[in-house]
C-alpha cells in the first residue's frame, strides 16, 4: 500500500459511513493484507471506469484478495457491512457491467487470483483461478501441445477467464467450439455471503472435477449473469490436443448482403474455427492505424508461428510486399482460418469455403489478415482507440443465420439516417463481423469520435501507441450522439430478436424474457445474493442492494 493510503487510512472519519468504511478497510488489510487493499483515489476512479463509461460514483475501496478462502472472507465481510461488491477482471468491457451504481461500493479486484491450478492431461481438464488471463493460459497449454476448445477473444492479454465466462465470448475456437461457457468443465463460485459453490461431477477426492453435467446445468447458471449471482474463483475448462493442420483463406465481396449470406453458409458448414468480417468502414480505420512498428511485430510472429522457417520467411515476404493494398476501398473482406487433424482435411474445408464465396460472386484475396490473426492472437489492446486517438466504442447483436442480411440492411439504413449528425460531430463507423458455432452470426458496428481519453484508457493502451496519438478535447456533444445511435442499434438488435453477450447494464436482457423465465431468474438473485449487493443493477435487476438483517 502507499504512504500516502495509508496516511489516509489512518485518518480517523468523523462521519458514521466514515467510520463504517474505515471498519470495513480494516477488517479486509486483515484478510488479505496491506498490499491488497486500496483506498488511493487514482485506484479508485480506475475501477469506477469500463471502457466505454465512467460512473457517477466512486468505488469506496479497491480490495483483491488472493484466494478462495480469501474471496470468500472478502465478500462475506463487504455485504455483511451493506456495501456492494463490483468484480472485476481485466476490466476490458464497455457495458458499465462492473462500475459502481450506488455510493458504498467495493471494487474486487480479481487480478491475484490470476494462477493456472492444475492441468491433468489423464482427463483432459485444466483449473485456473477466475483473474487468469486467455492469454496466460494458452501460454501454459501450448508447450504441452494442449488448448481449450474455446480459447479466448482477442482482449485476452488482458481479459481473464472468469469475465469472460461472465459476459460470454466470442472469437477463438468459438467456430468450432462455441462461446466461451462452451468449454466449462465445473466452477466453484463463492456467493455475496462468503459460501461457496462448487458445479459438476467432481472425482473421488470432491476436489477433480472432469464432467459438468450431473444433474441440472449450475455451471451455465453462473454464465453469461453479468456477475450478479456469484463470483467466480476457480474454473475447470476442457482440454483438446491442439490440431496439427491450420490453413487461411480470406475473400472479399462487393455488399454486405453478399458477405453475411456467404458467412452463415461458411457457419453452417462448419469450416472455420474462426472467421472475422471486415466492412469497408473498418478497413479504412485499420489500414490507417497500421504503423510500421506493428508491422515489424508481426512479421516476427507469422515467421515464428511457421514450423518451417523458408515458408515462415516467405509468408512474411508476402505480407511486406503484398502491404493491404489487396482489399478495394468499397469492399467488404471475410477472413477464415481451418484446423484439423489432417493437411487433407484443412485443405477440404478451404475448398468448400471457395465453392461458397464463388456462389456469393466472392474474390479470393491474399490470406494475410487470417495469417496474422493466428499468429498474434492476443495483441496490445491499443486497437481501443481509433487511429487519431479517436475514442472506440463497439455494439453488437448475435442474430440467426437466416436473419443477418437484413438486420445488416436495418442498421445501414439507421446509419444513413443519422449520417448528417454524425458528420457534424466527427462520428463514423465501421463493422466487425463473426460467427458463432452453427447457429449464429455476430453484427458488431463500431463507433469512432473526437473525445477525450480517460484514465482506463491510458492504463490499457500501450505507452508507445498513446505516445504516438494526439490528445483530443472533451467533446459530450458527440458522445451523446454514440449513445444515442448504440441505443438505436440495441433497439433494432431487439426487433430482429437478436441475443447479445456482455449484456452487463446494456442490453434489454430482462425486456426479452417471459414472465416465467424472469421470476425464475429473480428467484436465483434473492436465494443467492439476498442483500443484491454483486453488481446491482446488472442483467436489468433491481439496483438497490439492502443490507441483511
Ligand atoms: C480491444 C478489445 C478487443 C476485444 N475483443 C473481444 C473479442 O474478440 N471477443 C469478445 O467476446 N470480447 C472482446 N472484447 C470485449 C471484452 O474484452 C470481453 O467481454 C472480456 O470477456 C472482458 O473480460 P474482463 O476480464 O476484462 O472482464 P471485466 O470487464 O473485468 O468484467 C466483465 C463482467 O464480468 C464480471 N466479472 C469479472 N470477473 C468476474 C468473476 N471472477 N466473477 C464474477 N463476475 C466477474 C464483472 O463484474 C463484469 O460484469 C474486446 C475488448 C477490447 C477492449
Not at 352 to 376: F, M, P
Not at 447 to 467: N, S, T
Request: hydrophobic share 45%.
Amino acid at each position: 500500500m502507499a504512504a500516502a493510503d495509508i496516511t489516509e487510512l489512518q485518518r480517523p472519519s468523523t462521519t458514521a459511513e466514515g467510520q463504517a468504511r474505515e471498519a470495513l478497510t480494516a477488517m479486509l488489510v486483515q484478510i488479505v493484507g496491506p498490499a491488497g487493499v486500496s483506498v488511493d483515489l487514482d485506484q479508485r476512479r480506475l475501477h469506477s471506469q469500463d471502457v466505454w463509461s465512467v460512473a457517477d460514483q466512486t468505488v469506496e475501496l479497491v480490495v483483491a484478495p488472493g484466494s478462495v478462502d480469501e474471496l470468500s472472507r472478502v465478500a462475506a465481510a463487504v455485504s455483511a457491512a451493506g456495501f456492494a461488491i463490483a468484480p472485476r477482471g481485466g476490466g476490458m468491457s464497455y457495458t458499465s457491467a462492473y462500475i459502481p451504481t450506488v455510493d458504498k461500493t467495493v471494487s474486487l479486484d480479481m487480478s491475484r487470483m490470476n494462477r493456472v491450478l492444475r492441468v491433468n492431461a489423464d482427463d483432459m481438464t485444466v483449473t485456473v483461478e477466475a483473474g487468469c488471463t486467455w492469454a496466460a493460459l494458452d501460454a501454459a497449454l501450448a508447450p504441452l501441445g494442449l488448448r481449450t476448445p474455446f480459447w479466448g477473444p482477442m482482449s485476452g492479454l488482458t481479459s481473464t477467464i472468469g469475465g469472460g465466462l461472465s459476459q460470454l465470448n466470442a472469437m477463438f475456437g468459438a467456430g468450432h467450439y462455441g462461446t466461451s461457457s462452451e468449454s466449462v468443465v465445473a466452477l466453484t463460485v463463492v456467493l455475496s455471503d462468503g459460501r461457496t459453490l462448487r458445479t459438476g461431477a467432481r472425482g473421488p477426492d470432491g476436489d477433480t472435477p472432469f464432467y459438468r453435467h450431473y444433474g441440472p446445468d449450475l455451471a451455465g447458471l453462473f454464465c453469461g449473469d453479468a456477475g450478479v449471482f456469484g463470483i467466480k474463483a476457480q474454473v475447470t475448462l476442457r482440454l483438446m490436443r491442439r490440431p496439427q493442420h491450420e490453413g487461411y483463406v480470406s475473400f472479399a465481396f462487393s455488399t454486405g448482403e453478399a458477405l453475411l449470406t456467404a458467412m452463415a453458409e461458411f457457419t453452417r458448414a462448419g469450416l472455420s474455427s474462426e472467421m472475422c468480417a471486415f466492412d469497408p468502414g473498418l478497413t479504412k480505420v485499420r489500414m490507417k492505424r497500421a504503423s510500421l512498428a506493428t508491422d515489424v511485430k508481426t512479421l516476427g510472429a507469422v515467421i515464428a508461428k511457421d514450423k518451417n522457417l523458408v515458408s515462415g520467411l516467405f509468408s512474411a515476404a508476402k505480407i511486406a510486399m503484398g502491404g493491404r493494398d489487396y482489399i478495394e476501398a468499397e469492399e467488404y473482406s471475410v477472413h477464415l482460418i481451418a484446423e484439423g487433424r489432417s493437411k487433407a482435411g484443412v485443405a477440404e474445408d478451404l475448398d468448400a469455403a471457395r465453392a461458397i464465396a464463388a456462389a456469393q460472386g466472392g474474390r479470393e484475396i491474399e490470406n494475410t489478415i487470417a495469417k496474422v490473426i493466428r499468429a498474434n492472437p492476443f495483441p496490445p489492446l491499443n486497437s481501443m482507440l481509433g487511429p487519431e486517438g479517436e475514442r472506440w466504442a463497439p455494439v453488437h447483436g448475435v442474430v440467426s443465420l437466416s436473419q443477418g442480411p437484413a438486420l445488416f440492411a436495418a442498421l445501414q439504413a439507421l446509419f444513413a439516417e443519422m449520417g448528417p449528425a454524425f458528420e457534424q460531430q466527427g462520428v463514423y463507423t465501421g463493422y466487425l463481423f463473426t460467427a458463432m458455432s452453427t447457429n449464429a452470426l455476430i453484427i458488431e458496428p463500431v463507433f469512432y469520435w473526437p473525445e477525450a481519453r480517460h484514465a482506463l484508457i491510458d492504463a490499457a493502451v500501450e505507452p508507445q501507441h498513446l505516445a504516438r496519438l494526439p490528445t483530443l478535447p472533451e467533446n459530450p456533444a458527440a458522445t451523446a450522439l454514440v449513445a444515442e445511435a448504440r441505443r438505436r442499434v440495441i433497439e433494432i438488435c431487439s426487433a430482429f430478436g437478436c441475443g447479445h453477450f456482455q449484456i452487463g447494464r446494456a442490453y434489454p436482457y430482462r425486456e426479452s424474457r417471459d414472465e416465467a423465465a424472469w421470476s425464475l431468474i429473480e428467484a436465483v438473485k434473492a436465494t443467492l445474493d439476498p442483500a443484491g449487493a454483486l453488481n446491482p443493477g446488472g442483467l436489468g435487476l433491481t439496483a438497490t442492494p439492502t443490507r441483511p438483517a
